[in-house]
């Protein structure tokens, strides 16, 4: 069984598009994450949510909404998508109230902006 | 503000070879260190996690220390093997949900 799953794993899009990624983790985690890999391969936070509440934005453009809709899943939409959002774009989950757990992180889906 | 920073960025080594993997962080206020691989194409595999209040955490040949008060941490692979490579990427956690993460060492262990 997958823990933490991420759909789709690969998305080609035209720029000023909207697309959406999605995540689930059947872990019974109540923290979940979005982090971007650059192409340098650089991993930076985007979004932390916490039992379905957004703790952590890290001055992420507005044109990127998470949103979850129970705790164990965590979607990520984009409007308006630009080439620089080209990147891997990782889901992960943790169980814990204070941000101290091991991180389990989604196979990635790897978005390319043309 | 906390900064990871890793060394070497990249590594080659001959397998059976002992190897260290270095990270160091910049604001010894940290909650935990995690040690995670990543392979190419692929999501991050945890490997060791270290809280504040430890020292080292060891499994199987992975044996990972943390001194905050110098701030750094270091991962050590015994024998090393072709399976081991991958890219080694350490995070600090700063509380509040936030993991600043290394830009990673590649590894490549030659057979």
């Given at each position: 069984d997958t823990a933490v799953s991420q759909t789709p794993k690969y998305l080609v899009t035209q720029m000023g598009n909207d697309k959406s990624i999605k995540c689930e983790q059947?872990?019974?985690?109540?923290t979940m994450y979005w982090y971007k890999q650059d192409s340098k391969k650089f991993l930076k936070i985007m979004f932390s949510y916490n039992n379905k509440e957004l703790i952590i934005n890290e001055t992420v453009p507005n044109r990127f909404s998470p949103k979850s809709p129970d705790k164990a899943h965590l979607n990520l939409h984009i409007n308006?998508?630009?080439?620089?959002?080209?990147a891997v774009y990782f889901c992960a989950s943790s169980q814990e109230t204070s941000g101290q757990e091991t991180q389990y992180f989604g196979p990635g889906t790897r978005l390319l902006v043309l | 503000k906390q900064e990871v920073t890793q060394i070497p960025a990249a590594l080659s080594v001959p397998e059976g070879e002992n190897l260290v993997l270095n990270c160091s962080f910049t604001?010894?206020?940290?909650?935990n260190l995690q040690w995670f691989r990543q392979d190419p194409g692929k999501g991050l595999t945890s490997l060791l996690l270290i809280q504040s209040s430890q020292r080292e955490q060891t499994s199987g040949r992975l044996n990972a220390s943390l001194d905050k008060s110098s701030g750094r941490s270091t991962l050590y692979i015994a024998a090393?093997?072709?399976?081991?490579?991958a890219t080694y990427l350490c995070a600090g956690n700063t509380g509040g949900f936030k993991t600043i993460f290394g830009a990673g060492t590649r590894l490549f262990v030659k057979a």
């Open positions: 059947n872990l019974g985690h109540d308006s998508l630009e080439l620089g959002d080209s | 604001d010894s206020a940290i909650y090393s093997q072709p399976g081991d490579s």
